[in-house]
């Protein structure tokens, strides 16, 4: 009798299947964040996390070095194998050295997040022992100016600089990452230049939530209208499309799209309201020790580190089974792939998972307005 094994990898090859979503599958953890913390050094706009300390005293508390390394090693036993180390600016902490050359040894596939303000000399020393196999660096101007508007602090534009400028040594996969907003829109083709001294891997991001788990922002001020967004995506597109190159191409991407590739065929798995791989395959740890689907989200939440990485991790899709989408939303003519109408959204737009958002609907039928002139 042939080897069941042989079966497998037979199935395996045969089709398009990722692995994330292979341990969709069988509800294996393969994809998580920690998110060490929720304060930074930046002061940015539109940033849907942030917390400066007395707001983390009021809610809860950072957990420790110790507290994250035991969770590491519940989660690599859960299967857990690509890790996001993010903030805020997880650079931050103090013990950051400690963490991270823990999760490092414990051989997960580490990204970090970073805004590249606080690489130094100690950082380089530690990344060129441990480097991480992917490190995002958010740009958020092409100027000192416009760091000033977004971020309320100038010199922080030449601080990314001299973090890039370090982080080119290091043997890491670099990209470099752009959120657009109405200050630094005009900016696109400088940015992409300012990467491209570093890395060919530059990713935009045109879609801006409200803020989320008790962070404040200015996100509906600040953020692109639907056809401004949509204006900018295109441009960028355009712009890889011109170099004739299918490996230039395939470098560029938006990071609304990170978490959403393949993942039509999982729609059935529990739980069904997520139409990505969230509570599938992939979790987030917030910086007080909630486990959620994905960073959108403000609830609801397992306990990790009060009931063990395994049990929150299996309880997790069951929060979910009888949360249901706006009645509008069912009955839209835009609900048939058109709308990114994911819960995590709505409850960032409108503080509740039944309630419609205004700007995701018209981003809707700006999507549908350009789709139908395509025809």
Not at 92 to 113: H, V
Not at 147 to 164: D, H, K, M, P, V
Not at 198 to 214: L, M, Q
Not at 332 to 356: H, M, R, T, V, W
């Amino acid at each position: 009798m042939e080897n069941n094994n042989n079966e497998i990898a037979r199935k395996w090859e045969s089709s398009e299947m990722t692995l994330a979503g292979y341990a969709a599958q069988r509800h294996v953890p393969l994809g998580g964040t920690f998110e060490l913390t929720a304060r930074c050094n930046l002061k940015c706009k539109m940033c849907y996390i942030r917390l400066d300390k007395a707001q983390i005293d009021l809610i809860g508390r950072e957990k420790t070095a110790d507290e994250w390394i035991t969770l590491g090693k519940e989660a690599i036993q859960a299967g857990t194998l690509n890790l996001l180390i993010t903030g805020g600016e997880p650079l931050l902490r103090p013990d950051f050295a400690e963490i991270y050359s823990a999760l490092t040894m414990m051989g997960f596939i580490i990204t970090l997040n970073t805004n590249a303000t606080l690489i130094n000399s100690e950082i380089l020393k530690l990344f060129k022992k441990y480097p991480p196999t992917a490190t995002n660096v958010t740009l958020y101007g092409a100027t000192p100016e416009t760091y000033q508007s977004i971020c309320g602090n100038r010199e922080a534009f030449y601080n990314t600089i001299s973090g890039l400028e370090m982080l080119a040594d290091i043997p890491t996969v670099l990209e470099v990452r752009t959120t657009f907003i109405k200050d630094n829109r005009h900016e696109l083709n400088a940015l992409r230049k300012i990467a491209n001294r570093y890395t060919k891997r530059f990713a935009i991001n045109t879609k801006v939530n409200k803020a989320v788990r008790g962070a404040c922002s200015d996100a509906e001020n600040c953020r692109l209208t639907p056809a401004q967004l949509f204006d900018l995506a295109e441009e960028n597109g355009e712009y890889y499309r011109s170099l004739n190159s299918e490996t230039e191409f395939a470098l560029e991407k938006n990071m609304d799209t990170d978490n959403y590739i393949h993942a039509l065929e999982y729609f059935h798995l529990p739980p069904q309201i997520l139409t990505c791989l969230a509570a599938k395959s992939m979790y987030w740890i917030t910086w007080d020790g909630k486990m959620l689907p994905c960073g959108s989200f403000t609830s609801p939440y397992t306990l990790p580190f009060k009931e063990g990485f395994q049990s929150a991790w299996d309880r997790l899709p069951t929060l979910f089974e009888k949360i249901k989408l706006p009645q509008e939303c069912m009955k839209c003519e835009y609900a048939n792939g058109q709308c990114s109408n994911c819960p995590a959204i709505l409850q960032s737009e409108s503080g509740s998972f039944d309630k419609i958002s205004s700007y995701i609907c018209e981003i809707a039928q700006e999507r549908s307005k350009r789709r139908k002139k395509l025809k």
